[in-house]
């Protein structure tokens, strides 16, 4: 089993940055891709960013040249950096880890809120 800690959701202005973290502990070998997923009220969950190993990213189109996705393997933690936030990229933002490439989807975390809000 793995168990995922996310922090760093909030309310942002439009514009704005946040760094979202999510911390890995358990069975970390299972965890070769980790992943951030977002859903929206009345929506389906999406992949919004993983990342093989530290080595290969994906990216959702949406997020493209806006988000970057880095880990830290030494501390176990993956990183969301999100800059220039839209107001449609208010969601809760969930970490996700697994075996799956690039949308893992083995273990959840248990999300945070982003408002991006004037």
């Known amino acids: 089993q793995v168990q995922l800690v996310e922090s760093g959701g909030g309310l942002v202005q439009p514009g704005g940055s946040l760094r979202l973290s999510c911390v890995a502990s358990g069975n970390i070998f299972s965890t070769n891709v980790m992943g951030w997923y977002r859903q929206a009220p009345g929506k389906e969950r999406e992949l919004v960013a993983a990342?093989?190993?530290?080595?290969?990213?994906n990216y959702a189109d949406s997020v493209k040249g806006r988000f970057t996705i880095s880990r830290d393997n030494a501390k176990n933690t993956v990183y969301l950096q999100m800059n220039s936030l839209k107001p449609e990229d208010t969601a809760v933002y969930y970490c996700?880890?697994?075996?799956?490439?690039?949308?893992?989807?083995?273990?959840w975390g248990q999300g945070t809120q982003v408002t991006v809000s004037s």
């Open positions: 996700s880890a697994g075996r799956q490439w690039p949308q893992p989807r083995d273990y």
């Open positions: 990342v093989l190993r530290g080595v290969m990213t």
